[in-house]
């Protein structure tokens, strides 16, 4: 896994064993996400609400010992199970509203998954903390799916 900010743009490629239906399913289900997106001792995800069409809102919140967060957005794009993008607004963050982008190609063992969270170009320190957290939330998400596959 390669996740890393270059310039105002967080860029990751990944590979998982799982078709691009599992994938983008994962990445838009609330019962799914609520079940991957977290670690004990980090935060756990909870009180997904999603709509998910392009101009459809999404939010959730994540509670760890010592606080409790909310994140929210809209989706930009919605082509299931090809590319997935919608905005990025957390309330812990001063940053103005970012955009997260998925896009899913099938490969041979599974998906390739191109990410990429544009909008830090003037919030590099923000920017530098969020890929960070993104290399935890796409190690979540491989273990999810890998866990998934193991219990077919």
Same mark, same amino acid.
Do not use: C
């Given at each position: ?18 078709? $691009? =239906? ?5 990445? &838009? +289900? ?59 607004? $957390? =309330? ?5 509203? &970012? +955009? ?53």
């Amino acid at each position: 896994m390669n996740i890393e900010l270059h310039g105002g743009t967080i860029v990751g490629d990944i590979e998982i064993e799982a078709s $691009p =239906e599992t994938v983008f399913d994962a990445l &838009t +289900t609330p019962e799914d996400l609520a079940a991957w997106w977290g670690a004990e001792g980090i935060y756990r995800t909870y009180g997904w609400e999603i709509d998910l069409r392009p101009g459809g809102a999404w939010s959730s919140r994540a509670a760890s010992a010592t606080s409790d967060m909310a994140v929210s957005g809209v989706f930009v794009e919605v082509d299931r199970p090809h590319r997935l993008v919608y905005t990025w607004n $957390p =309330e812990w963050d001063n940053t103005p509203t &970012t +955009t997260v982008s998925y896009t899913l190609r099938k490969t041979t063992n599974g998906t390739h998954v191109h990410l990429e969270h544009s909008g830090f170009e003037n919030h590099i320190p923000s920017g530098q903390h969020h890929a960070e957290g993104w290399k935890h939330v796409i190690g979540w998400l491989i273990g999810y799916l890998k866990g998934k596959a193991v219990a077919k």
